[in-house]
């Protein structure tokens, strides 16, 4: 089901006009549509089929055989780009690498990120080079996971808080975060900015090559239409990150410290279409309890808040934020 996310930004690259949307169609009309008919499934794996599928490498492969996929699509979207194509089919073609930028390139990286292998954390960050957000393995890993539903966390939504302001705050403060934490990470290890230790710092050069290269081998106007997916692909992580903790807060236990993170303190979705096409990321609740847990077995929550519908459905909802605060407040009054 993830793998239907390539396959139709492959066959818009091969369309013209409104062709060249049918990745956006698919994952912002379809699935939430699908998503009305299919019940949320909140059943989980019994002790014996959960130790059978928890090391089963096949949903190891799974993810790791994206990273190829990400490249691969990235230069035929790039090499694609030198045919002379008309605005609305141009921006067809870059809201459809936006797609695999956020949905692969970050999404993807985010469940690699969590791994403890140094192998599949370097494949995270390769995936997490093409959408130019490199900085998230670090913010996510040490800084929200730390810091989710507090005060502290850029990337926990407030209540009453726009999705469109939220883009800016999180955004920028996230990345600002990151380079604090890679510093104090440096001071731990006795090491200096210089030093190649400095992950964040080696990850943004490669970024820079990464630019550098598009720019030489295929033009300003090629770069700029990578940026633009880049930055799509951005905004549609920096949505599902406004909806996954949307006004929910922790406790402080005394002046330094928060009650832990439980499964009531992240929205859960069991709607199983999103599930299927996202890698189970949409089993929030579980993910946060335990970080480390693979997503084959995420499991549900009685205590996770959860949402009316999948992840995309909501994403459009949080669109127009009248409608949100209408939906979700409430749900917040029943929550507390």
């Not at 014996?48 to 490249?71: A, C, G, H, N, S």
């Not at 990337?155 to 939220?166: C, G, I, P, V, W």
């Not at 499964?263 to 979705?269: D, F, I």
């Not at 949402?307 to 909802?317: A, D, E, I, N, S």
Request: charged share 15%; net charge positive.
């Amino acid at each position: 089901m993830a793998y239907s996310i390539p396959g139709v930004v492959l066959l818009s690259f091969n369309l013209k006009g409104i062709g060249a949307y049918i990745p956006l169609l698919y994952a912002f009309a379809l699935v939430p549509l699908l998503e009305l008919f299919f019940k949320p499934d909140p059943l989980n794996y019994d002790a014996q089929t959960e130790e059978m599928i928890k090391d089963d490498p096949w949903y190891d492969r799974l993810l790791q055989f994206m990273v190829p996929v990400q490249i691969l699509v990235l230069l035929y979207f790039l090499f694609d780009l030198k045919n002379d194509y008309d605005i609305i089919t141009l921006i067809g073609r870059i809201t459809a690498m936006g797609l695999m930028c956020g949905v692969i390139g970050i999404n993807v990286g985010h469940e690699l990120g969590h791994r403890r292998s140094k192998f599949e954390q370097t494949l995270a960050k390769i995936l997490l080079s093409t959408s130019l957000y490199v900085h998230f393995f670090t913010e996510h890993n040490y800084g929200h996971h730390r810091n989710v539903a507090t005060p502290e966390d850029p990337a926990t939504a407030r209540k009453n808080e726009s999705l469109y302001a939220f883009w800016l705050r999180s955004m920028i403060f996230s990345y600002f975060h990151a380079w604090q934490i890679q510093r104090k990470m440096l001071q731990a290890r006795k090491q200096g900015f210089w030093s190649a230790k400095n992950d964040l710092l080696i990850w943004h050069a490669i970024q820079l090559v990464l630019l550098l290269s598009i720019y030489l081998a295929f033009g300003a106007f090629s770069l700029g239409a990578f940026l633009g997916a880049a930055l799509f692909g951005m905004l549609l992580l920096e949505t599902v990150n406004y909806i996954e903790h949307y006004g929910l807060s922790r406790h402080k236990v005394n002046e330094h410290r928060y009650e832990k993170a439980q499964p009531q303190h992240s929205w859960n979705s069991d709607h199983v279409v999103g599930r299927l096409l996202l890698f189970e990321l949409s089993r929030h609740s579980d993910h946060h309890a335990h970080p480390h847990r693979k997503y084959q077995i995420l499991k549900h929550h009685n205590q996770s808040p959860q949402l009316p519908t999948g992840y995309p459905g909501m994403m459009l909802l949080s669109a127009i934020p009248p409608l949100w605060f209408r939906v979700m407040n409430g749900k917040l009054i029943f929550q507390s």
